[in-house]
C-alpha cells in the first residue's frame, strides 16, 4: 500500500508519531511511504529510517522514501507562495505536484496530513479500486454549507469534501493535469479560504468518491450528539455516529492539536503515547499561543467550575458534558430533597417556577438538556448519568427513567410511566436461588426518538427503541423496539394501525 505525506521540518516529530500509529494498527500490511518535504534535514531522515526499518510481522514492512523535489517544481512552488495565505506554507500544496515528483509506476496513494491518528486497519482503503474517471475518494465535509455558494460549486453534482486524507488516482491526475488546474484556480481565484482544499473541490467537481466518516473522523465529529445533530444533514447523521463509536483514521482538524495543552482532543493519549516510542519522545507539549494559551485556559477552567451552577456551560461541552463532583451533588441533593416536590409543571400555582428549579439542576446531572424541557413533580431518574433529553420534551410527572436513556425532541409523556434499567436478575442457574445469582446487564439503551407521544402508566422493558412520529397508547407493556409512525397499544403493546 502506497502512502503519501507532505510535511516541512518542523513538522517532523508530529509525523513520527502519526506513522507510529500506523505501524501500532497495520502490522500486517506492508507499506510503502512517500514523505515529500521541502526542507527535511539529514539528521531527521535518518531518525525515521531508524524508527521504522525493522517494524511490522516482516523486516520490510514499511519502507520509507523521500523523493528528491525537481528543480522547476521548486521554482513553481515559490512562485506559489504569495497565493497561499499568512497561515500556510508551502508544503501544503506539495500534494498537488505529486503526479510530478512521485515514480511514475505508482498509480494510486493515499495521502494524509501528519495531525491524524490511525485508530484501526487501512487494509480496506488500500484495496479500494478507483476507475478512470474518478479523481480521487474522500471523506465529505459535513459541517461547511456555505462553501458551495462562495466558491460556485453545484451542490447536485458535487459535495465539498476535507482534503486531509485522500485516496489519489494518479494516473487520472496525470492525464488531466489536475495539479495544474488547482494551481491555476490559486493563482487566479481571489475567493479561496483554505488554499489547496478549495482549489481540489473546484478542479475534481464530479469526479469524487465519498469515503465512509471514519477515514476522516474529523475533531468535530465527535461532538455531543445534540451539537451534530442541528449541524449535519439527517441522511449522514448515522453514518457520523458510527464513525466517532469506531474511527479508522481520526483528523486533529483545527485549532485544537494533540501537541497542545488543553482543549478537548479525542483518544490524545494514544497519540501521546505514539510520541512516546519515537526519537521525538522529549518534544514538548505545550499550550497553543504559548503564555496567551495558557491564561485563556485557566480562564476557561475557572468559569467552567463555577458558571454551571446558574445553568450556563463552557463551549468545552460542545465534545463532553464535564460534571464537576461539588455541582453534580449539590444538584442531586436540591433535586431529591426539594425540588421534586414542587408543584408539577402544568400547575397554576408556581408551576413555571417549580419547573424551572428542577431544569436548572437537572442541567447540572444530565448530560444534555434542551430547550423548553419540562421535568415533573417527583419524576425520579436514579443517578441521571447517561441522560439526554431534546427540545420541548418532557418527563412526566411520577415517572420512573434509567440512568442511561435518550429521549428526542418534541416527547410527550403522561404520568406514571416506568422504564426498566438496563439489567435484570439472573436466572439461569436453577440449582440455586435467584436471589443468590446477582444481575444480567444488557447491551444499549433505551432511546426514544423525535415526535414521540406515551400515554400515561405505561411500562417499558430495557433497552428498547420507540420509532419517531409513534404513539404509545396508555397502560401499554412494551416489549421491543417499536418502529416509527405507528400506533401500539396492550399487553404487550402490538401495532394498531399506521399513522398517515
Given amino acids: 500500500m502506497n502512502i503519501l505525506i507532505t510535511i516541512s521540518d518542523s513538522y517532523v516529530p508530529y509525523a513520527a508519531a502519526m506513522l507510529q500509529t500506523m505501524a501500532d494498527t497495520n502490522r500486517e500490511l506492508s507499506l510503502d511511504i512517500y514523505i515529500i518535504s521541502p526542507d527535511l534535514k539529514e539528521q531527521n531522515k535518518s531518525k525515521l529510517v531508524r524508527s521504522f526499518e525493522h517494524y511490522g510481522d516482516e523486516q520490510d514492512n514499511i519502507r520509507l522514501y523521500f523523493p528528491e523535489i525537481p528543480v522547476p517544481v521548486k521554482k ?26 512521485l515514480p511514475t509506476d505508482i498509480h494510486t496513494i493515499l495521502y494524509l496530513d501528519v495531525d ?32 458551495y455558494e462562495r466558491l460556485g460549486i453545484d451542490e447536485r ?18 492525464k488531466h493535469d489536475t495539479g495544474e488546474k488547482c494551481l491555476k ?18 478542479a475534481c467537481e464530479g469526479h469524487v468518491v465519498y469515503l465512509h466518516p471514519r477515514y476522516n473522523c474529523m475533531t468535530f465529529f465527535f461532538a455531543r450528539r445534540e451539537f451534530l445533530k442541528k449541524r449535519i444533514r439527517k441522511e449522514e447523521f448515522e453514518n457520523v455516529l458510527e464513525a466517532q463509536k469506531s474511527p479508522t483514521i481520526i483528523h486533529y482538524t483545527w485549532p485544537n492539536k494533540p501537541w497542545h495543552k488543553g482543549g478537548y482532543i479525542p483518544r490524545r493519549e494514544e497519540w501521546l503515547a505514539a510520541l512516546a516510542k519515537t526519537e521525538w519522545a522529549q518534544t514538548p507539549i505545550v499550550y497553543k499561543n504559548g503564555i496567551k494559551g495558557e491564561i485563556k485556559h485557566i480562564l476557561k477552567s475557572i468559569a467552567s467550575y463555577t458558571l454551571p451552577l446558574i445553568g450556563i456551560h463552557s463551549k468545552q461541552d460542545i465534545y463532553r458534558k464535564r460534571h464537576y463532583k461539588h455541582i453534580y451533588w449539590l444538584s442531586i441533593l436540591v433535586y431529591y430533597g426539594f425540588a421534586q416536590y414542587l408543584p408539577n409543571f402544568d400547575s397554576r400555582f408556581f408551576g413555571k417556577l417549580s419547573n424551572r428549579i428542577r431544569v436548572m439542576c437537572v442541567k447540572n446531572i444530565f ?13 425520579k431518574f436514579g443517578n441521571g448519568k447517561n441522560i439526554w433529553i431534546g427540545s420541548r420534551s418532557n418527563i412526566g410527572a411520577h415517572c420512573q427513567v434509567p440512568a442511561n436513556i435518550i429521549i428526542g425532541d418534541d416527547v410527550m409523556m403522561g404520568p406514571n410511566n416506568f422504564f426498566f434499567g438496563g439489567f435484570t436478575h439472573n436466572i439461569s442457574d436453577t440449582t440455586r436461588p435467584m436471589i443468590e445469582q446477582g444481575f444480567k446487564f444488557f447491551d444499549g439503551r433505551t432511546e426514544i426518538k423525535d415526535d414521540v407521544w406515551i400515554g400515561r402508566d405505561c411500562l417499558f422493558m430495557p433497552c428498547v427503541t420507540i420509532g419517531a412520529h409513534s404513539v404509545v397508547g396508555a397502560r401499554s407493556v412494551v416489549t421491543k423496539d417499536i418502529p416509527q409512525s405507528v400506533i401500539v397499544g396492550g399487553n404487550p403493546a402490538k401495532n394498531i394501525k399506521q399513522r398517515k
Fill in 157 to 174: 453534482k458535487h459535495i465539498y469534501f476535507n482534503s486531509g486524507i485522500m485516496l489519489l488516482n494518479l494516473d487520472f491526475w496525470r
Fill in 116 to 147: 491524524t491518528l490511525i485508530a484501526s486497519s487501512l487494509k480496506e482503503i488500500g484495496e479500494m479500486k478507483l476507475d478512470e474517471d474518478t479523481a480521487l475518494a474522500a471523506v465529505k465535509d459535513l459541517i461547511r454549507p456555505n462553501d
Fill in 185 to 202: 484556480v490559486l493563482e487566479t481565484r481571489k475567493d479561496i479560504t483554505f488554499p489547496d482544499q478549495d482549489a481540489l473541490n473546484i
Fill in 367 to 379: 448530560d444534555y438538556v434542551g430547550n423548553g424541557v419540562n421535568i415533573g413533580r417527583r419524576a
Fill in 76 to 101: 513553481d512552488i515559490d512562485k506559489m507562495a504569495p497565493h497561499m495565505g499568512k497561515i500556510f506554507d508551502t508544503s501544503y500544496i506539495l500534494r498537488l505536484y505529486a503526479p510530478r515528483i
